[in-house]
């Protein structure tokens, strides 16, 4: 059925008063208040549900595909694609009249609730050896939570379109409504890491989830029924508003858009495109390229949040004029940065591009609250930001990895999101012919200017470097007026400071794909060839040919895991070892001849690397039998012989964070099925900001171990040399005597009351060293 704008109801003569008698809980939910009191915990509720689920999600995927970026970033695109679809249903269900449709949406939630719990799927292991499981896991995320998250997805916008159409005084603009549902998002996202996960297993998380999502459908119930007692609620459109919608102080006033044009439907997807990939790019550069801080996603994520919250708020807390100027005060400088290649892990250097990265969420979506329509365009217009999210993480999960061995998706959005900045002041064709004319005289500049830069570079010259620095700054806050000029202008900064290290680099092999960045890099001072995943060395190896197959960093001769190579030897000459991580290869040359080493390795670029001569030569010419076992650690670990391995090490980072799945009593269990009696297991728990010995240690105890410990510092005048902190578990015995003898290690005595990691609990906040 068409809507029908010709057909007349009753209206209210006043607030809980209708034409025809009635009574009970319908005459109720006609009052304003009522209607707050059910719409607005309803929004709330399902807002909060989607990012309780997001996070959850990821939590249980883990143990199978591990904590790569792309898998959060694949499961943020199949979200962002389950809110587009359910824009899309609840903007076309409306041509049946909001009553049909709220019909039609209760039966939805009826069915999805066969879906629950959420998650609740068995025997799904992703394809063994896949460089791409990204099908994979969006058929996972699918059956997971599939249903229920679309169920969530259509209701913000439906049930503001259904609040438009009731007799509530601000149902002309319900525009409000949107800050309410973020202020949901954003509880539900913090509330994750800081209640959720401390106090509830993943089981007893996707069961309270499950039944909170049940009571989301009762509530939705009452929502419905006030469309049964409401003037406006008849199956027709909603009445424009009587007066402009309030402009912001934004020159020249916008107004509400009765007909949106083509061009403006168009920016509307652009508004929304740039901040999702920017929130993407930006999660990806700043633990990939920065720091792998724990939880460190977390805040791009609420930022985002916050953003929507102030634009669509009644009152914005940071106007929209103030966002437009204080957004290049800060997304200059971070812009600067790419272009000196200024990427330090410091607190200021972070700081910068989330404040950069805010603003500039801000003004975007402060121009769409500024040119949004009125309440008859509100779920197209939804629909359209959400089409607008969904490009954007497209293209950072499938676009980026396959043309960009970096992460210049980030700083691309950025300049993408300065080219949608409102014109301010007259336009003339010179005007706009300047605008192309400019940034490219500009970007030749810059490109000379870099690469005499690149060379040495003295500290003589660093007070003129800064100074040239400002002035270029200076000269791009000039055209913030021009929004192509001031965009095309960052842009030139940008590819110039990416393209002259290019040729000026001594990276010889670079590679992006699912589960990274792996760059391999020469030091010709050191005279050390190293592999990188993101920030984190993962391993080297020395060019100079009569020392080429000496360990050096983590393993080199009296670090912990040396000594405990030693052991093995000493007691099992023709020992069996599996390693988790394969990294250069360098823990081959700490086997001696006779033994038998299996790496287990996730990414197949790490293979590729390793077994490239031209690169690293240790599995070619490292003494013991070697196999390489492409997969989860844990997972193919599975297939292997019982109580089969001398010596089990985890040596598996993804950049500097050790996969949490890997760390669980499942896992310890399963390594001691594999050892054998007087076995042992040793981790690499070195890591800048996470504490894991005393996890392990109240991990042991459940797979009938006992945990050591061993802080290493290397020589500080060996520049191969790295410090390392290491735990070991072993059966209770010999070598658990002979390790309690030994003053270099020390029994772990996990803290009273530590709960052990499970595959169904994990606590990271009381793993982080503050």
């Not at 200017?449 to 620095?469: G, N």
């Not at 990414?603 to 030569?617: G, I, M, N, Q, W």
């Not at 309690?740 to 990271?764: C, I, M, Q």
Request: glycine share 8%; with cysteine.
């Amino acid at each position: 059925m068409s809507l029908q704008p010709g057909r007349e109801h009753r209206l209210a003569g006043a607030p809980g008063h209708t034409g025809r008698a009635s009574s009970g809980l319908l005459a109720t939910l006609s009052q304003p208040a009522a209607l707050l009191a059910v719409y607005v915990p309803l929004l709330f509720l399902s807002a909060l549900l989607m990012f309780w689920v997001e996070p959850l999600i990821g939590k249980l995927i883990l143990p199978l595909l591990g904590g790569t970026p792309m898998v959060w970033t694949t499961c943020m695109v199949f979200f962002q694609a389950m809110l587009l679809a359910g824009y899309g249903y609840a903007h076309l269900t409306l041509r049946l009249g909001v009553r049909r449709q709220a019909m039609l949406h209760l039966v939805v939630v009826a069915l999805s609730i066969v879906a629950l719990p959420i998650g609740s799927i068995a025997g799904w292991v992703p394809p063994t050896g896949s460089t791409d499981p990204r099908p994979w896991l969006l058929g996972w995320l699918i059956v997971a939570v599939g249903a229920p998250f679309f169920v969530l997805a259509a209701t913000a916008p439906m049930l503001q379109a259904w609040f438009a159409r009731t007799d509530h005084p601000d149902a002309r603009d319900p525009y409000f409504l949107y800050a309410t549902s973020n202020a949901g998002s954003l509880i539900g996202l913090l509330g994750f890491p800081a209640l959720a996960e401390p106090l509830l297993t993943l089981p007893e998380q996707s069961w309270a989830w499950s039944g909170t999502y049940i009571a989301f459908g009762l509530l939705l119930v009452l929502a419905a029924l006030t469309l049964r007692r409401n003037g406006r609620a008849a199956d027709r459109p909603a009445p424009a508003p009587a007066a402009a919608v309030a402009a912001t102080e934004t020159a020249p006033p916008a107004t509400a858009t009765h007909l949106p044009t083509l061009a403006l439907r168009l920016r509307w997807v652009l508004l929304a495109l740039a901040p999702s990939s920017l929130l993407l790019g930006l999660t990806t550069f700043v633990t990939t390229d920065i720091a792998a801080v724990p939880l460190l996603w977390i805040i791009p994520l609420a930022a985002y949040l916050i953003t929507f919250m102030i634009a669509f708020a009644k009152r914005p807390l940071i106007g929209h004029r103030v966002a437009l100027i204080a957004q290049p005060v800060v997304v200059v400088p971070a812009l600067l940065l790419f272009f000196w290649g200024l990427n330090e892990a410091t607190w200021w250097v972070m700081a910068l591009h989330f404040c950069a990265f805010f603003l500039t969420a801000l003004v975007c979506h402060g121009e769409l609250a500024r040119t949004r329509p009125d309440s008859r365009h509100l779920t197209e217009f939804y629909l359209l930001l959400s089409l607008g999210g969904v490009l954007g993480g497209l293209f950072n999960a499938l676009v980026a990895p396959m043309v960009f061995t970096t992460t210049l998706e980030y700083p691309l959005a950025m300049t993408a999101a300065l080219l949608l900045r409102p014109l301010s002041g007259a336009d003339s064709g010179r005007a706009r012919l300047l605008d192309l004319i400019v940034p490219a005289g500009w970007f030749v500049a810059m490109l000379l200017f870099a690469r005499v830069t690149q060379k040495d570079v003295t500290e003589d010259d660093l007070a003129l470097l800064s100074t040239i620095s400002l002035v270029l700054a200076l000269a791009c806050f000039v055209t913030i007026g021009r929004p192509i000029r001031f965009g095309l202008m960052m842009s030139a900064i940008v590819a110039a400071g990416w393209i002259v290290p290019q040729f000026t680099e001594n990276v010889i092999f670079a590679n992006r794909n699912f589960y990274g960045i792996l760059r391999v890099v020469d030091d010709t001072d050191d005279q050390m060839r190293t592999i990188y995943h993101g920030t984190t060395q993962h391993g080297a190896q020395l060019l100079t040919p009569s020392l080429r197959l000496k360990p050096i960093t983590y393993y080199v001769e009296g670090s912990p895991i040396a000594q405990v190579f030693e052991d093995v030897a000493r007691r099992h000459p023709d020992g069996n070892i599996a390693v988790l991580g394969l990294g250069a290869g360098t823990l081959a040359c700490l086997a001696k001849k006779g033994e038998h080493v299996t790496f287990y390795e996730i990414d197949p670029a790490v293979e590729t690397v390793a077994r490239d001569p031209k690169l690293f030569t240790f599995l070619k010419d490292c003494p013991p039998k070697l196999d390489v076992v492409l997969g989860d650690g844990r997972l193919t670990m599975a297939r292997a012989p019982a109580n089969g391995y001398d010596l089990i090490v985890l040596d598996a980072f993804t950049s500097d964070a050790v996969p949490m799945h890997l760390l669980t009593s499942e896992a310890a269990r399963l390594y001691r099925a594999k050892l054998k009696d007087d076995g042992v297991i040793i981790f690499n728990v070195s890591n800048r900001y996470l504490d894991l010995a005393p996890v392990l240690g109240a991990v042991a105890p459940t797979a009938g171990m006992v945990a050591f410990t061993q802080d290493f510092d290397s020589d500080p005048n060996d520049p191969a040399a790295n410090d390392s902190s290491w735990v070991v578990m072993v059966p209770a015995g010999a070598v658990e005597a002979r390790l309690e003898a030994d003053k270099r290690w020390k029994r772990v005595t996990p803290p009273a009351g530590l709960r052990p990691w499970t595959d169904g609990f994990s606590n990271l906040l009381s793993a982080i060293q503050w």
